[in-house]
C-alpha cells in the first residue's frame, strides 16, 4: 500500500518526466505551496539557474499581514514572478504545476502570470 506522500511523489515525477519532453529548451515555471505561503520559480533545467522567483514571504508582497494562503495571494505571486521573469527576458515557460491538482490556488497563480506575459 502506497502512502499520501509517496502517490504525490509519483505523481510530481511523471509530470516532471511529460515536462521535460515537451519543453524543447524552454524554462519550467514551478509553483510549491504550503498551508501558508505560496512560491513560484522560473527555472532553466538546461544551466540549473533560477532565472526568477517570488513568494508570498517576499517584503514587497508582505503589505498589511497578507498571507499567502487565499487565491487572491497566489494572483499577486502570479502577476509578481510573470513581471520578474519578463524583465530577466524570459516569455515562454512550460507550467510544472508539481503533484498539486489545476485548481483554486494554483490556477489563479497561472492565469495572473499568463496576464503578466508568460506565455504556456
Known amino acids: ?9 509519483r505523481r ?4 516532471r518526466f511529460q515536462l521535460r519532453r515537451k519543453a524543447g529548451g524552454r524554462p519550467r515555471l514551478s509553483v510549491f505551496r504550503s498551508g501558508k505561503n505560496i512560491y ?9 539557474l533560477t ?3 517570488a513568494s508570498s ?19 499577486a505571486i502570479g502577476k509578481l514572478v510573470a513581471q520578474r521573469a519578463v524583465a ?13 491538482i ?3 490556488r494554483i490556477k489563479a497563480l497561472a ?9 504556456f
Open 1 to 9: 500500500m502506497s502512502t499520501q506522500q509517496e502517490l504525490r511523489e
Open 12 to 15: 510530481r515525477k511523471r509530470l
Open 40 to 48: 513560484a520559480q522560473v527555472i532553466d533545467d538546461a544551466a540549473g
Open 51 to 53: 532565472l526568477a522567483s
Open 57 to 75: 514571504l517576499d517584503k514587497e508582497f508582505r503589505t498589511g499581514g497578507v498571507t499567502g494562503a487565499n487565491r487572491d495571494a497566489a494572483s
Open 88 to 100: 530577466a527576458g524570459v516569455t515562454q515557460v512550460v507550467f510544472d504545476r508539481g503533484s498539486y
Open 102 to 104: 489545476y485548481h483554486g
Open 111 to 119: 492565469e495572473a502570470a499568463r496576464e503578466g506575459g508568460l506565455s
